[in-house]
C-alpha cells in the first residue's frame, strides 16, 4: 500500500473516531480517486461507494460525481 | 375476555358498569387492546414540534411497535416502521438531525427521507451496489399512516380506520374556529411529561369529567366552580367538559397573551377539554391551548406527555417568557394534582371484587362514553352497535 492512501486511511479512521460525516466523505472520494487514477477499478469502486453513501447522507455537494463515477463503472 | 363481560358497559350510564378490572390489570386484555382500540384507530404519538426542520428524525417504540417520525425536504411529517428491510436493524437510534437520508447503522442500507431505498452498498459484493434479486422499488420503508392535527402526529397503525378528517371531523367542526390557526411553540418552558403508574385509560377517564374538579383542584373553587363546567359528549369520537368562566392570566403589569383570530363571544370566557379517542388529550382558551399524548408503557405504566401552544408567533419570543413560565407552572401543577388519583385508581382495581364501578348518572357521563367507546372496539361491530 503507498504512502498516500495508508495516509489517507490514517485519516479515514480518525474521521471514524470523531464521527465527522462530511470529513469521512471527503476522505473516502479522495481515496477513490487515486485508485481511480492507478486503474484499479475494484479499489475505486469499493471507495466511492462509501464516499457516496457518505455523501447521501451529509448532502454533500460532492454527491453527484460520486453516483456518476459509481455508474460508469456499472456498480450502481 | 368474552364479550359477555362488557355488555354491562353497553348499558345507559344509569345501570352500567365500567369496564371490568382485566381493562387495567391483564397482559392479555391490554394485547387485545392493544389491536382493538390504539392499533385501529388513530394514535398520538409525538408531535410536530419534535421534528420542527427538514432532516429531523425522531424514533418512539409505541406499544412495542418500532416507529420513527421524520420530517422530509418538503416538510411534511412521514411515519414509518422503523426496522430496516434488510436484516431488521432498527434504522434510526435516537431523536437528531439524520441529514439527507435514514442509514441503516448495520449495512448503511439507505432510505430517502421519503421511505425510498435509495442505496444498498457492496450487496453485489464489495464495491457493486446492486444485485439479482435486490429490487430496490420494493423494499422501500413501510410507512405507518399518519395525520398531523394541532401539531399532534397521529398514527393508524392497521391502516383501517377511516381517513382522519372522516375521523376527527367531528371535533374539527365543534372547534372550526379554532381550525388550520397556527399554534405556536416556545420549546422547554413550554413542555413537560409525567411518568404515571396507571393504566393509559384511567388518565383519559379522570380528564373526561369535572365531577371531580373541587376536591382534587380546590385551587380552582374560587373561580370556577362545578356549577361552571358542562359535559361534551360526541358518542363514537370523544368526550370531555368544558367551562364558562376562563379567565386569562394577567401579569403584573397588566399584558395578557394574544387571542386566536377571530373567535366568537362563547370564547371570551369558555375553554373545552376533550378527550380525543384514543389517547389524545386537548385543551383549548381564547389565548393558549395544549395537547397532551399518552404513551402507553404497559397495563399500568404510562407516559403522558404535555405540550402547551399559543396564538401569536410573538409569544415565543423571549419577551413573553415569565407569562409563558407561569402558564406553564399552572397546568402542571393541575395535571400533577391528578397523578396521585389515577394511580389509586390503577391500585384499587387490584380488588378482585371491584365490579366496574357505578358512574354518577349526573357527573359521569363523559366517562361512560369513553367506556362504552372502548367497549364497542372491543366487541365486534355488530354486537357493539345493539
Not at chain 2, 14 to 36: C, I, Q, W
Request: glycine fraction near 8%; aromatic fraction near 10%; include cysteine.
Amino acid at each position: 500500500m503507498t504512502d498516500e492512501i495508508s495516509n489517507l486511511n490514517q485519516e479515514i479512521l480518525a474521521a471514524h473516531s470523531q464521527k465527522d460525516k462530511a470529513l469521512l466523505s471527503k476522505l473516502y472520494g479522495q481515496a477513490a480517486g487515486v485508485w481511480d487514477e492507478r486503474g484499479d477499478q475494484d479499489q475505486a469502486a469499493f471507495y466511492f461507494t462509501h464516499a457516496w453513501i457518505l455523501a447521501l447522507e451529509t448532502d454533500d455537494p460532492d454527491l453527484e460525481h460520486y453516483m456518476q463515477r459509481l455508474a460508469e463503472l456499472n456498480r450502481v | 375476555m368474552s364479550n359477555s363481560d362488557l355488555t354491562s358497559v353497553l348499558q345507559p350510564v344509569m345501570t352500567a358498569n365500567g369496564l371490568p378490572n382485566a381493562h387495567y390489570v391483564s397482559d392479555d386484555v391490554f394485547a387485545e387492546e392493544r389491536d382493538k382500540v390504539l392499533f385501529a384507530n388513530w394514535c398520538g404519538i409525538g408531535f410536530g414540534k419534535d421534528i420542527p426542520e427538514s432532516g429531523d428524525a425522531m424514533p418512539i417504540e409505541f406499544l412495542g411497535m418500532p416507529l420513527v417520525m421524520v420530517r422530509d425536504k418538503e416538510g411534511a411529517v412521514k411515519v414509518f416502521q422503523n426496522t430496516c428491510r434488510h436484516r431488521g436493524m432498527t434504522l434510526v437510534q435516537e431523536k437528531g438531525k439524520v441529514g439527507g437520508v435514514l442509514r441503516c447503522p448495520y449495512h448503511s442500507w439507505c432510505y430517502s427521507l421519503k421511505g425510498d431505498l435509495v442505496a444498498t452498498p457492496h450487496v453485489g459484493g464489495p464495491g457493486m451496489n446492486k444485485s439479482e434479486g435486490i429490487d430496490r422499488e420494493n423494499l422501500g420503508l413501510i410507512e405507518i399512516r399518519s395525520h398531523v392535527w394541532r401539531d399532534v402526529i397521529f398514527v393508524n397503525i392497521d391502516s383501517q380506520a377511516p381517513a382522519f378528517e372522516a375521523y376527527a371531523g367531528e371535533a374539527m367542526k365543534r372547534w372550526g374556529e379554532f381550525e388550520g390557526q397556527p399554534l405556536h411553540h416556545s420549546g422547554e418552558d413550554s413542555s413537560f411529561s409525567f411518568d404515571v403508574n396507571c393504566n393509559w385509560k384511567l388518565a383519559v377517564e379522570n380528564y373526561c369529567e369535572s365531577y371531580h374538579l373541587p376536591w382534587i383542584h380546590p385551587g380552582l373553587n374560587s373561580y370556577s366552580r362545578l356549577e361552571d363546567h358542562y359535559h361534551i359528549e360526541t358518542p363514537g369520537h370523544f368526550s370531555g367538559q368544558g367551562t364558562v368562566v376562563y379567565s386569562p392570566m394577567i401579569s403584573e403589569d397588566g399584558n395578557r397573551f394574544p387571542d386566536f383570530d377571530g373567535l366568537s363571544e362563547k370564547w371570551d370566557s369558555g375553554a373545552e377539554y376533550i378527550a380525543f379517542y384514543p389517547n389524545v388529550l386537548l385543551g383549548v382558551h381564547r389565548d393558549h391551548a395544549f395537547a397532551l399524548v399518552l404513551l402507553p408503557q404497559s397495563k399500568e405504566r404510562t407516559i403522558e406527555r404535555v405540550e402547551i401552544y399559543y396564538a401569536d408567533q410573538d409569544v415565543v419570543s423571549d419577551n413573553w417568557q415569565d407569562m409563558r413560565t407561569s402558564n406553564t407552572a399552572m397546568w402542571k401543577e393541575v395535571l400533577e394534582e391528578d397523578v396521585f388519583v389515577v394511580e389509586g385508581m390503577q391500585k384499587g382495581r387490584q380488588g378482585i371484587y371491584f365490579d366496574g364501578g357505578r358512574f354518577s348518572p349526573v357527573m359521569d357521563s363523559p366517562t361512560h362514553v369513553f367506556h362504552h367507546w372502548v367497549a364497542s372496539c372491543m366487541m365486534d361491530k355488530v354486537q357493539a352497535a345493539e
